[in-house]
């Protein structure tokens, strides 16, 4: 069978021991691979991958199915364990990270806890993520039994209340490397910074939810080194309802940090 060269192989660690329940916050055991399966340190065609959920912290915590509120601080402490020690791997590997599973979670006040705390985490190392499940199909793999992980209840109706802690604040492309992100679920206030690049043509693209953190509209600033970029320096436009387009237009600007600021209104 012919194969792509363009094919992406998404590997990760060892399944059991990569983490293991001991203490507080249990231990994370770094990647074994000297180098990414079948290719080489700082491969194209690679990508780490890995799962963080705070039930590997041991039953108890997860008793009934998801991880208690009671355990809060563990974790938070587990999930910056387990997704920073990934990311040492990745960056030794020198491949992107992903957390390609992540909530599998049923009730308001533990699911928002679940999300908010790996979303905010992965935020802190800049990896992206992907909430497991999208809608239930008689998973047998994690401890909901007969629960509704996905975003839809047995009635088909939707779990707005899981999607609002999902549909966070975001660039979903950037005219640059990105560098920072922090979104506060409470307020809406959004903080990111990123190296731009002018001589990328393309925008920064940043994705708002007006539905779930925005109703009454957003303030959105640019600047850098301090100083609120002019109408001559960077253009951007409302794309849609949910989406922001900011272009730097200002070659004098290449290299800097360019920080980029929503509030709602």
């Known amino acids: ?37 079948g290719g080489e340190i700082g491969s194209p065609n690679h ?49 992107p990270l992903m957390i390609t599973e992540f909530g599998a979670c049923l ?7 679940e999300i908010s705390q790996v979303a905010d985490v992965s935020d802190d190392y800049m990896v992206g993520w992907a909430y497991w499940e ?7 793999t994690t401890t909901a039994g007969d629960g509704e992980e996905g975003f839809y209840n047995k009635d088909g109706s939707i779990v707005a209340w899981k999607i609002k802690a999902l549909a966070r604040t975001y660039f979903e492309a950037t005219q640059g ?5 922090d979104f506060d679920m409470a307020t809406g206030a959004f ?12 925008p920064t693209v940043m994705y708002t939810s007006q539905q779930f953190y925005y109703p009454n509209g957003k303030k959105v600033t ?9 109408a001559d320096q960077v253009s951007y436009s409302e794309l849609d309802d949910n989406h922001t387009s900011i272009t730097i237009t200002d070659s004098t600007l290449n290299g800097k940090t360019i920080n980029v600021s929503v509030a709602a209104l």
Not at 107 to 113: G, P, V
Not at 192 to 200: F, Q, W
Request: hydrophobic share 35%; with cysteine; charged share 25%.
């Open 1 to 37: 069978m012919a194969n792509s060269e363009e094919s992406i192989m998404w590997f990760e660690p060892t399944m059991f021991p990569d983490v293991l329940p001991f203490g507080k916050t249990g231990v994370v055991i770094p990647v074994g691979f000297d180098k990414p399966p």
């Open 47 to 95: 990508a780490l991958n890995d799962h963080s959920y705070c039930c590997s912290l041991g039953m108890s915590i997860c008793a009934a199915g998801e991880p208690s509120t009671d355990y809060a601080d563990s974790c938070l402490a587990f999930h910056n364990k387990r997704i920073g020690q990934r990311t040492k791997d990745a960056k030794r590997l020198q491949v």
């Open 107 to 113: 009730t308001e006040d533990a699911c928002t806890q």
């Open 134 to 140: 999208f809608k239930t199909y008689k998973d047998l």
């Open 177 to 181: 490397v990105p560098t920072k992100f």
């Open 191 to 202: 903080e990111a910074e990123y190296t731009v690049d002018t001589s990328i043509v393309a």
């Open 222 to 230: 640019v600047s850098a080194d301090g100083e609120m970029l002019t």
